[in-house]
């Protein structure tokens, strides 16, 4: 039986590798070794707890005010070890992280072939997103299965001399894993920590705008126009519900603490990190989402929610082709318009809110193992 090893450390690798890690666990050709770096601690203990698995390995790498360089020498040292340990017949990694770039990096310094999952995005700028460009740039020359989630990712995989044979179109892992959670949170809708059941009831059919906030290349005056553009929308829309799980990185928290939380904005609600399927639940009600992440422009259009970008550019331009994504920076003036135009444009919101999701039918998992079974019995 040939033994597939799975490398993960965020909460966004954790929910798109779950389904994987599922099907494989079932599967009666591979014995599956799942090794989490714990680059996210708390958040992936909740990815684990919504999808009702865990990890044969934790390397529990997570440090206060850790640094990228630290961050990578620990995680070779640790997956080099366990990789030594495990002898896989080929590893999996996934994504634009640090633990994807050192999985993909480890396992070819001990000649395992690698598949990168979500392989194939690209902005052309190494500095947007920092430093997760250069990560998955980096990840695709170690990568001899590259599981591309659209053929623009194929595209961009080919420009880069990648043989065509080894790019397989699967679509996106994520929306495997949204239908695995919506299925969860209809059945039995979760509790939202942080906001109290009146809350809730006594917005019920009211507007809410989502957001979500992280990346690196918004601290400092990106998080500052982001804030205040939040508080002038939230004055400016008394009647709308802006509710805010606030990310645990410090140079996030400082702005939206000194910003909102000291605003007289009754109808911003700042709460802690939701675990997934709380936020699958909000992301399911919420009107439209404002956000920075890159998960949630492929998880939002399969609910019809348009999603306001706070990022200059995107590795998924397919949502902005499809006009369920528009791209506002972190500019004041755009964040403030086009959250005003989706409050108030019928026309303008239907357009983006039924628009198809390009990123797959949730059907990726399945075309990823089918790809590893004729890899690996051919070897």
């Given amino acids: 039986m040939k033994k597939i ?14 389904p994987v890690v599922l099907a494989l666990r079932q599967s009666k050709t591979f014995e599956c070794r799942v090794c989490a770096t714990g680059q996210h601690k708390e958040m992936l203990d909740q990815v684990f707890d919504a999808f009702d698995f865990k990890p044969d390995a934790n390397l529990n790498l997570m440090k206060p005010n850790q640094t990228l360089a630290g961050l990578t020498a620990r995680a070779i040292e640790g997956l080099d070890a366990w990789l030594a340990d495990e002898k896989p017949d080929l590893v999996l990694v996934q994504g634009d992280t640090t633990t994807a770039f050192c999985g993909a990096l480890t396992a070819f310094y001990r000649r395992a072939p690698v598949g990168h999952i979500e392989a194939g995005l690209r902005t052309w700028n190494l500095q947007s997103p920092w430093p997760e460009e250069a990560n998955r740039v980096l990840a695709t020359r170690l990568t001899t299965l590259h599981f591309a989630p659209t053929l623009s990712s194929r595209e961009n995989l080919l420009k880069e001399s990648v043989p065509g044979d080894r790019i397989f179109v699967t679509g996106n892992t994520v929306i495997d894993a949204l239908h695995l959670a919506l299925k969860k949170v209809t059945a039995q809708p979760p509790e939202i920590p942080g906001l109290p059941a009146d809350v809730l009831a006594s917005w019920k059919d009211a507007p809410m705008v989502l957001i979500t906030g992280h990346r690196r290349e918004n601290f400092g005056g990106g998080f500052e126009n982001i804030c205040k553009a939040i508080a002038a929308c939230a004055a400016k829309f008394p009647a709308v519900r802006f509710v805010y799980p606030v990310h645990l990185n410090p140079n996030v928290r400082e702005p939206v603490q000194r910003i909102l939380a000291a605003g007289s904005q009754k109808n911003v609600h700042l709460i802690e990190p939701l675990a997934y399927l709380p936020f699958v639940a909000m992301m399911n009600r919420a009107t439209f989402i404002l956000t920075d992440s890159g998960g949630v422009q492929e998880e939002a259009p399969s609910l019809g929610k348009p999603v306001l970008v706070m990022r200059d550019t995107t590795e998924r331009p397919e949502a902005v082709t499809a006009g369920t994504v528009k791209l506002v920076g972190t500019d004041y ?47």
């Fill in 5 to 18: 090893a799975l490398i993960f450390g965020t909460r966004p690798e954790a929910i798109k590798f779950a």
């Fill in 333 to 379: 003036d755009a964040i403030v318009l086009e959250t005003s135009k989706l409050l108030t444009d019928k026309t303008a919101f239907d357009q983006m809110a039924r628009a198809e999701n390009p990123y797959g039918d949730g059907k990726a998992t399945a075309r990823i193992i089918s790809a590893c079974e004729s890899f690996l019995g051919a070897v």
